[in-house]
Nanobody, 125 residues
C-alpha cells in the first residue's frame, strides 16, 4: 500500500505564509514526480506547482514568485512554501505523486498517480 500524508494547512491572515508537507510512504519502488494541486469551492482541481520527471519545476502563473516547491528525495517528501497569501488562495490543497509501487511478489508495478487526502488552507482576516 502507498500513502501520501499531507500536513501544514490551516488558517492564516492575508499576506501571511504557510508551508505544506507531503510524505509518500509504503511499498514504493520509485517516484517519477510529485506536486501540489488545489481545489476551491465550486471550482475544478488545478495545478499549483510540481516537479517534472526531469527534475525541473512547473508553477501556475498565479503563484509564481510567491510559492516555492521543494523536495527531500531521501524522505520521499515534497514541500510547498506559500508566501504573500491572499483570500484567493483559499482551497483544499492536494499532494500528487506519480510513482511505481512494488508488487507483492518482489516485482514492480506500472506507474500510476496517487493523491493525498487534502489539507485545507484558509486565508482570511
Amino acid at each position: 500500500q502507498v500513502q501520501l500524508v499531507e500536513s501544514g494547512g490551516g488558517l492564516v491572515q492575508p499576506g501571511g505564509s504557510l508551508t505544506l508537507s507531503c510524505a509518500a510512504s509504503g511499498s514504493i519502488f520509485s517516484i517519477n514526480f510529485m506536486g501540489w494541486y488545489r481545489q476551491a469551492p465550486g471550482k475544478q482541481r488545478e495545478l499549483v506547482a510540481a516537479f517534472t520527471s526531469g527534475g525541473t519545476t512547473n508553477y501556475a502563473d498565479y503563484v509564481k514568485g510567491r510559492f516555492t516547491i521543494s523536495r527531500d528525495n531521501a524522505k520521499n517528501t515534497v514541500y510547498l512554501q506559500m508566501n504573500s497569501l491572499s483570500p484567493e488562495d483559499t482551497a483544499v490543497y492536494y499532494c500528487n505523486a506519480n510513482l511505481r509501487p512494488k508488487s507483492g511478489f518482489g516485482g514492480v508495478l506500472p506507474p500510476r498517480d496517487y493523491w493525498g487526502q487534502g489539507t485545507q488552507v484558509t486565508v482570511s482576516s
